[in-house]
């Protein structure tokens, strides 16, 4: 079992984790994680984003003028 101090919305504070015997087979790496206080669960999801490519905006075209 892993342990880390998070806030504890229910206990409010800081305290103790511990991430139970994780049946998924994420080992140390377990999202879930409970409170050693009152026994909430919690979730860490780690999220990754990718960076867009930004649409390049094109110039306006020139217009010809032609002579009268």
Known sequence: MSDRELYCDTCEGVVLFEAPLCADGHGVDCP?????????????????????????????????????
């Open 32 to 68: 879930e994680l409970v409170c050693t206080g009152c026994g909430a669960a919690v979730l860490v999801a780690t999220i990754t984003f990718r960076p867009t490519t930004r649409s390049r905006r094109r110039a306006p075209r020139a217009t010809h003028r032609h002579a009268a």
